[in-house]
């Protein structure tokens, strides 16, 4: 528990040096944190007119957040697990990305070699955003709706004739044979960063950067693997359950 007298009095520099989650929270009250630095959390409270237990709340509830294992998404049926991914896209979309984009295009420095850093990640990250979303829509658009169809397919929604077209269409072997992992812009900002090291004199703001970089890229691989060790296992076996449906159907016929 944080004491809270403490931390509405403390600089906003200090509270996310403190813990850098932090500066996720303040962005998520559409607050960014390097433009704040030195002023107390209450001064920047007073000044968006919030409350700042809400934020202290907020930021435990962060703190507290486990996703969940490999393990625990393994032993759910595959509607589950497409759920948790929608869910992940939506966050990746709609909280971090904005988030990294957010500090990439404010954050400042006037040591040299940060400074031209920061200018190559404004270059760098658009890039990556927009091959990561295009690639967010096109396993959506395809790969799910896919799964869907299948679900459909079992729940007799479509006739014969227009079954077998589905089936036709967009095989999941297929799917998982060009699903890749989108890592190669990733590989450009660990190289950029020197794979995201900062000496400890490093200004509060590029570390907090680095970190959620590194973080970010954490978790797109672990995105990738539960991809691609469950959910196109997963959508194999359920492809095969409906054409060994389906093709008894046709025996019947």
Known sequence: MLN?????KS???DIVSENYIFASVLYYFGISFFQYEKNSLMEVCDKYRLNPRQLIDELEDWAKRKEPSPEDLYLHPIEVLVSYLKRK???FVRQELPFLSNMISGIQSEILDYKNILNDLRMMFPLFVEDFIHHIHEEESRLFTRIQLLHDIEN???DLPLTLHILEKDPIALLAETHEIHDDEMQGIRKLTKN???P???PIGLKVLYHE???FEKELIIHAQIEDQLLFPKAVELEKEVLRKVRKKIRNN
């Not at 809270?4 to 509405?8: A, G, H, K, S, V």
């Open 200 to 202: 400890d004199t490093a």
């Open 4 to 8: 809270f007298e403490n931390i509405q």
């Open 11 to 13: 600089p906003i520099k």
């Open 156 to 158: 007799d929604e479509f």
């Open 89 to 91: 896209h939506y966050f």
């Open 213 to 215: 970089l590194q973080n």
């Open 196 to 198: 995201y090291y900062l």
